[in-house]
Structures are given as C-alpha cells and as structure tokens.
C-alpha cells in the first residue's frame, strides 16, 4: 500500500518561507507525475506545481517566481520550497503522484495534506 506522507507545513508570517516534504512509504519504480496541490478553506483544490518524469514543471500563475518544486529521486521525496509567503497561500496543501510500484502496477495517490498558515 502506497502511503505519500506530507510535512513542513507550518505559520508563518507574510513574506516568509516554508518548504514542504512529501515522502513515499514504498520503493517506487518509476513516477510519472508528483506535484502539490492545495485547498483553502471553502475553495476548490487547486493545482500548485507538478513535476514529471522527465522534469518539466506546471504551475499556477499565483506561485510563479515563488515556488520551485524539486525531487529527490533516491529518497523517493519531492519537495515544495515556498517563498515571499502570502496570506491568500494559506491552505492544506496535499502530495499527489502517478506512480508505479512495479512495471505493471500503476496507480494515483494522495497524502492526508500538511497545513500552511500565512498570517501575522
């Protein structure tokens, strides 16, 4: 059972910095797609940034210049690095990844989500 275990979500004041942590309980073979995606409180979940096998990234406008995700494909970790926080980034932010267990065992996962707090 593949598990995505987000962390690093915190408060933090505007302009601040977090970076958030989603690690895979399970070796995985290959994934195809791992990213971010938030929710705020009474909104839709949005994309935040995604990365894909061969590296190119999608984002939501809103974080441009101010996110940059990165993998760790050795620790089967991805990474969410947030700066010049925003109060309108506060929201649970959830790991998401298309992801093979094995060549013929694929499969789309979630994490529980981590909280990200933007206030003063």
């Known amino acids: 059972q593949v598990q995505l275990v987000e962390s690093g979500g915190d408060l933090v004041q505007p302009g601040g910095s977090l970076r958030l942590s989603c690690a895979a309980s399970?070796?995985?073979?290959?994934?195809?797609?791992i990213g971010w995606y938030r929710q705020a409180p009474g909104k839709q979940r949005e994309l935040v940034e995604t990365i894909t096998r061969g590296g190119i990234t999608n984002y939501v406008d809103s974080v441009k210049g101010r996110f940059t995700i990165s993998r760790d494909n050795a620790k089967n970790t991805v990474y969410l690095q947030m700066n010049s926080l925003k109060p309108e980034d506060t929201a649970d932010y959830y790991c998401n990844a298309d992801l093979r267990t094995s060549f013929t065992r694929r499969g789309l996962y979630w994490g529980k989500g981590t909280l990200v707090t933007v206030s003063s």
């Open positions: 399970v070796t995985i073979f290959s994934i195809n797609v």
